[in-house]
Structures are given as structure tokens and as C-alpha cells.
């Protein structure tokens, strides 16, 4: 079946510094990728949708200069939090899919700011 | 707005026992609904789902059935296992358009031996 991977499953990082986490669909071409974040106990909010080979297109709230979406392969997402602070702190995910096909997600990303 | 709305937990059961979770949803036109399942420390996995009203998604002796005049998905299983045990998201989005997955808070199912 479909097989998304996320990496870093697990990331703990000083305030201020940026951190990247990656999202590569290993055996199909993902033309759409999602990314969410999902706070404790809650549910997962959409943070922003990328095409590849187009600009992410984010969800109203969501700091675009904050949260760095690239989509540069068919295989590969990156997310970049820039200058990460203690409330950025949250379980990452990301979700990947083919045309007509549905959405296949990562195992997540667990982000701890100091 | 679209929304799904389903019932908060904890649901805690003991194994072999029914197991329902209800979900409603808010939409405008004809969505497609899904349950997605999520293991502890891991990404979500899609459960079952349903595209037209009155269609019946199951898999792993979980069911739901699409309930165009009640607005319904709810989840259900005959007989749990301590397996079972996970969060369970209900979600819809519509095919063809953003595609978008507007999910449900989610629901944590605990099954004891």
C-alpha cells in the first residue's frame, strides 16, 4: 500500500532556533500534500495544502512566514518552523496523495521547544 | 461552514463488548465521510469511509453506515479487543474539490481485558 514517512519522528530544540520536518511519499508521485497539527487531546487542524511545483496555500490564522511549506519533487515536502518558540510545540503530520487517490499520512512529528 | 461534531470521550469498555461512536456532520452539498483511526505515538490511519448516502464503509469488523437524513456516521463494532484501543477520528471532505479533511475532535477508546 501507499507509504508515507516523516522525519523527524521526534525533535526537542531551543527557542529561537528552526526546525525542518520532512515528507516523502515513498512509492507513489504525490501531487498534493497536507500538513496539520494536532494540539493534546484535540483535534487536527489543517495548516496548509501544497501542489507541487506551486506555493502552499495556507489555512486562515496560520503564519505563513512562520511555517515554510516547500513542495519542490513529487516525493518530497518540507516543513520548516522558523524561529520556534515554547507554544510552537505540538505533533506535526503530514498527509500526502496521488491524483484520484485518497489522503495517505505520515506517522507524525512530535515537536518540543525549550 | 463544514464541521463534524462527534461524541467526546473518554469510552472506556471492556473486551467483547459493543461499541458505538456517534458522528454528525455540517455540510454544504454531499460530502464524502470517514473514519480514521490513531494508535498511540503514531499518524492516522484511514478506517473505512463512504461516499454516497445510504453506502456502508466497513473494515476489521468496524461499520458505519452513511445517513443522509440524520446527518450520521456513527461507528460501530459487535465485539471489541484490547487491540481496539486508539483515537478515532470521524472527517469528511468533498472529492474533486480542495479535498480538504475537516475532521472531528476525536475519540479515545480504551478496551480492558
Known amino acids: 500500500g501507499a507509504v508515507v514517512s516523516q522525519h523527524p519522528s521526534w525533535v526537542i530544540c531551543k527557542s529561537g532556533t528552526s526546525v525542518k520536518i520532512e515528507c516523502r511519499s515513498l512509492?507513489?508521485?504525490?501531487?498534493?500534500m497536507f500538513w496539520y497539527r494536532q494540539f493534546p487531546k484535540q483535534s487536527l487542524m489543517l495548516m496548509a495544502t501544497?501542489?507541487?511545483?506551486?506555493?502552499?496555500?495556507?489555512e486562515q490564522g496560520v503564519e505563513k512566514d512562520k511555517f515554510l511549506i516547500n513542495h519542490a519533487s513529487l516525493t518530497l515536502s518540507t516543513l520548516t518552523v522558523t524561529s520556534a518558540h515554547p507554544e510552537d510545540s505540538s505533533f506535526y503530520i503530514c498527509?500526502?496523495?496521488?491524483?484520484?487517490?485518497?489522503?495517505?499520512f505520515g506517522d507524525g512529528t512530535r515537536l518540543s521547544i525549550l | 461552514g463544514n464541521s463534524v461534531t462527534q461524541m467526546e470521550g473518554p469510552v472506556t469498555l471492556s473486551e467483547e463488548a459493543f461499541l458505538t461512536i456517534n458522528c454528525t456532520y455540517t455540510?454544504?452539498?454531499?460530502?464524502?465521510l470517514f473514519w480514521y483511526v490513531q494508535y498511540p505515538g503514531e499518524g492516522l490511519q484511514l478506517l473505512l469511509k463512504?461516499?454516497?448516502?445510504?453506502d456502508k464503509g466497513s473494515n476489521k469488523g468496524f461499520e458505519a453506515t452513511y445517513r443522509k437524513e440524520t446527518t450520521s456516521f456513527h461507528l460501530e463494532k459487535g465485539s471489541v479487543q484490547v487491540s481496539d484501543s486508539a483515537v478515532y477520528f470521524c472527517?469528511?471532505?468533498?472529492?474533486?474539490?480542495?479535498?480538504?479533511?475537516?475532521f472531528g475532535k476525536g475519540t479515545k477508546l480504551t478496551v480492558n481485558p
Open positions: 498527509s500526502a496523495r496521488g491524483p484520484n487517490q485518497p489522503q495517505h
Open positions: 512509492d507513489f508521485q504525490a501531487t498534493t
Open positions: 501544497s501542489n507541487e511545483g506551486s506555493k502552499a496555500t495556507y
Open positions: 455540510a454544504t452539498g454531499y460530502p464524502s
Open positions: 463512504a461516499t454516497k448516502a445510504d
Open positions: 472527517a469528511l471532505n468533498f472529492q474533486g474539490g480542495s479535498e480538504k479533511l475537516v
